[in-house]
Nanobody, 125 residues
Framework: QVQLVESGGGLVQAGGSLRLSCAAS????????MGWFRQVPGKEREFVAQ????????YYADSVKGRFTISRDNVENTVYLQMDSLKPEDTADYFC??????????????????WGQGTQVTVSS
């Protein structure tokens, strides 16, 4: 059983940056496609970014493309989301997700094997 713990959220002004981390225990992330999702209260959880097993494939939602960067450190068993040029509409709870194997196409919010508990990001205008 893999446990995922996110950290790095907080309050930042528009145009600023944050780096989210997702640390895994109880298993190795190197066997999982990893992703980040976000959710605003009252709305569905939405895909943000993913990175596959070999680090060769990354996919981003159009709303964050060019501003966010996902990366992974399989030695540290950690996945990161570097968020730059933040906007107020990026305000949400951010969740780390893991899906065993190499996922072709975009991760779904319905089929991931593991989720973290979330970390809150607030971007002030």
């Amino acid at each position: 059983q893999v446990q995922l713990v996110e950290s790095g959220g907080g309050l930042v002004q528009a145009g600023g940056s944050l780096r989210l981390s997702c640390a895994a225990s109880g298993g190795t992330l190197s066997r999982h496609t990893m992703g980040w999702f976000r959710q605003v209260p009252g709305k569905e959880r939405e895909f943000v970014a993913q990175i596959n097993l070999s680090n060769g494939y990354r996919y981003y939602a159009d709303s964050v493309k060019g501003r966010f960067t996902i990366s992974r450190d399989n030695v540290e068993n950690t996945v990161y989301l570097q968020m730059d040029s933040l906007k107020p509409e990026d305000t949400a709870d951010y969740f780390c997700a893991a899906k065993l194997g190499n996922v072709l196409g975009q991760l779904s919010r319905y089929t991931n094997d593991y989720w973290g508990q979330g970390t809150q990001v607030t971007v002030s205008s």
